[in-house]
């Protein structure tokens, strides 16, 4: 949309996330202009002011952490502004959000305060979460913007980062907040610079609701003064009732969940939008098992998960004998810090490097794991575009040491089946696959895929 006319012969209702996924949160000057909005004491637009973070904090330490030290993820952490407080108390924290200048500002901030805390500029949606955390939060509203679909994938995703008896802590919107923000009427300002623009320009934005979804869509007009050039920008925030918030929970593999009316267990009258979930990660049973809910299915939610890869059909394999000995059961992680998948990736460097992976170049081991054009970034792309879930069965041929295979399950939380015919790479596939412990998605078989049916 580029013009007043496009405005004018717009569809008269948006789909719920039919004209966009939100706002660019990701755009480097947008992010830089938000960064101010996040950092501003004059509102609580982007994240909170001061003394209401340090309220929040406190509580989240002494109540749900009991003042011990403990590992936390901070899913859309924005400048980090609750795991540097949080790190200041003795808590080891990783943030991920994929806005530049958040990450930018709060790596700084970590570095110059000396505070335990590592910050990953990824999409939630694709990132890998890793494992071991006591607290895995998302807090202020953050979960809603995202497709049902998204939603369910990442509490799986937050489960499996969470030890058994961990807690998530979820501040997502109230139905009622929702509702009211699909039903108020449409409003525009002009500014000399803001959010949108550093020049001049006009915002108009106006609000839909969708009863049978309960999806709030808004959409945001910017206008260009001096060029006359039309920005659009949508957003939608699905709304839950509390107990549809308990019942994916559950669904995820979190039991005895709680509700508060805010991050300081009591009623805020200044955050009333607002219901704040804590639930406890179960050892009975784990998400990987568990399908995500149909989604609420609009032609938008269909077209953004992209073409359908296959139906679920048995699938026959001739399979070669796997002659080969050797299951790499000495290979270790080598320890040179960062996140399982670049320790791993860091040892197929090296099984290249000494010839033990068919194929070896200096290609090959620059790609390391991903062992195809476009390495990690096109793996990446396939999982952003493709947005499998866990009702998905995904065959990678040719599948390599199956660090795509791996990603993907890590990331969507599909099952993923790998066929290569290089018996060395199976044997390397699986036991790379057990070091990063997700055997229970992610299988291989040997196999000439010229016989494959
Ligand atoms: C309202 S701000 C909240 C920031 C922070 N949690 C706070 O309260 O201070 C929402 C944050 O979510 C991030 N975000 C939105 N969608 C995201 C996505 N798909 N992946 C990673 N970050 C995302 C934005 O970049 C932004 O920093």
Same mark, same amino acid.
């Given at each position: 949309?580029? =013009?007043?006319?496009?405005?004018?012969?717009?569809? +008269?209702?948006?789909?719920?996330? /039919? /004209?966009?996924?939100?706002?660019?949160?990701?755009? $480097?000057?947008?992010?830089?202009?938000?960064?101010?909005?996040?950092?501003?004491?004059?509102?609580?637009?982007?994240?909170?002011?001061?003394?209401? %973070?340090?309220?929040?904090?406190? @509580?989240?330490?002494?109540?749900?952490?009991?003042?011990?030290?403990?590992?936390?993820?901070?899913?859309?952490?924005?400048?980090?502004?609750?795991?540097?407080?949080?790190?200041?108390?003795?808590?080891?924290?990783? *943030?991920?959000?994929?806005? +530049?200048?958040?990450?930018?500002?709060?790596?700084?901030?970590?570095?110059?305060?000396?505070? $335990?805390?590592?910050?990953?500029?990824?999409?939630?949606?694709?990132?890998?979460?890793?494992?071991?955390?006591?607290?895995?939060?998302?807090? &202020?509203?953050?979960?809603?913007?995202?497709?049902? %679909?998204?939603?369910?994938?990442?509490?799986?995703?937050?489960?499996?980062?969470?030890?058994?008896?961990?807690?998530?802590?979820?501040?997502?919107?109230?139905?009622?907040?929702?509702?009211?923000? *699909? =039903?108020?009427?449409?409003? @525009?300002?002009?500014?000399?610079?803001?959010?949108?623009?550093?020049? +001049?320009?006009?915002?108009?934005?106006?609000?839909?609701?969708?009863?049978? =979804?309960?999806?709030? #869509?808004?959409? &945001?007009?910017?206008?260009?003064?001096?060029?006359?050039?039309?920005?659009?920008?949508?957003?939608?925030?699905?709304?839950?009732?509390?107990?549809?918030?308990?019942?994916?929970?559950? /669904?995820?593999?979190?039991?005895?969940?709680?509700?508060?009316? !805010?991050? %300081?267990?009591?009623?805020? $009258?200044?955050?009333?939008? &607002?219901?704040?979930?804590?639930?406890?990660?179960?050892?009975?049973?784990?998400?990987?098992?568990?399908?995500? $809910?149909?989604?609420? !299915?609009?032609?938008?939610?269909?077209?953004?998960?992209?073409?359908?890869?296959?139906?679920?059909?048995?699938?026959?394999?001739?399979?070669?004998?796997? =002659?080969?000995?050797?299951?790499?059961?000495?290979?270790?992680?080598?320890?040179?810090?960062?996140?399982?998948?670049?320790?791993?990736?860091?040892?197929?460097?090296?099984?290249?490097?000494?010839?033990?992976?068919?194929?070896?170049?200096?290609?090959?081991?620059?790609?390391?794991?991903?062992?195809?054009?476009?390495?990690?970034?096109? #793996?990446?792309?396939?999982?952003?575009?493709?947005?499998?879930?866990?009702?998905?069965?995904?065959?990678?041929?040719?599948?390599?040491?199956?660090?795509?295979?791996?990603?993907?399950?890590?990331? #969507?939380?599909?099952?993923?089946?790998?066929?290569?015919?290089?018996?060395?790479?199976?044997?390397?596939?699986?036991?790379? %696959?057990?070091?990063?412990?997700?055997?229970?998605?992610?299988?291989?078989?040997?196999?000439?895929?010229?016989?494959?049916?």
């Amino acid at each position: 949309m580029e =013009t007043l006319l496009d405005l004018v012969n717009q569809k +008269p209702i948006p789909e719920p996330w /039919e /004209e966009g996924d939100n706002i660019p949160w990701d755009e $480097p000057g947008f992010s830089q202009r938000m960064l101010a909005e996040h950092l501003s004491q004059a509102h609580d637009m982007a994240s909170r002011r001061a003394p209401k %973070t340090e309220e929040h904090v406190r @509580w989240i330490h002494s109540e749900v952490l009991g003042e011990r030290p403990t590992r936390v993820l901070d899913l859309c952490c924005g400048p980090g502004l609750y795991t540097s407080r949080l790190a200041a108390l003795g808590h080891e924290c990783v *943030g991920i959000d994929f806005s +530049p200048a958040a990450i930018a500002y709060a790596q700084e901030q970590a570095v110059a305060s000396q505070v $335990p805390c590592r910050y990953v500029r990824e999409d939630v949606r694709a990132a890998e979460f890793g494992a071991g955390f006591e607290l895995v939060m998302m807090v &202020f509203g953050q979960f809603n913007v995202f497709r049902p %679909t998204e939603a369910c994938t990442l509490l799986n995703k937050a489960r499996r980062a969470l030890t058994d008896g961990g807690v998530l802590v979820l501040e997502a919107h109230a139905l009622s907040a929702v509702e009211c923000m *699909g =039903t108020s009427g449409a409003s @525009w300002y002009s500014t000399a610079q803001g959010l949108f623009s550093p020049r +001049p320009h006009l915002v108009l934005e106006e609000h839909f609701w969708h009863a049978e =979804t309960k999806a709030a #869509t808004t959409r &945001f007009f910017v206008v260009d003064v001096a060029s006359g050039r039309l920005t659009a920008h949508a957003m939608t925030t699905q709304g839950y009732s509390d107990d549809e918030y308990r019942s994916l929970l559950a /669904e995820s593999g979190c039991d005895d969940t709680s509700c508060s009316p !805010s991050l %300081t267990g009591q009623e805020d $009258p200044s955050q009333p939008d &607002f219901v704040v979930l804590r639930a406890r990660a179960g050892s009975a049973h784990r998400p990987s098992q568990r399908r995500c $809910p149909a989604p609420q !299915s609009t032609g938008a939610d269909r077209a953004a998960r992209g073409p359908h890869l296959g139906t679920e059909r048995t699938l026959e394999y001739r399979m070669e004998p796997n =002659t080969n000995t050797n299951n790499y059961e000495h290979l270790a992680l080598p320890d040179t810090g960062g996140t399982v998948a670049e320790r791993i990736d860091e040892l197929v460097k090296a099984l290249l490097l000494q010839g033990e992976v068919p194929w070896a170049s200096p290609t090959m081991v620059l790609l390391g794991q991903y062992g195809h054009l476009g390495g990690l970034a096109a #793996t990446q792309m396939l999982a952003r575009q493709a947005k499998f879930s866990v009702e998905d069965i995904v065959l990678d041929v040719c599948c390599y040491v199956g660090g795509p295979a791996r990603y993907l399950a890590a990331t #969507t939380g599909c099952r993923v089946v790998g066929v290569d015919r290089d018996e060395k790479s199976i044997a390397i596939a699986r036991r790379l %696959t057990a070091l990063a412990g997700c055997q229970d998605r992610v299988s291989f078989l040997v196999g000439d895929l010229y016989q494959v049916h």
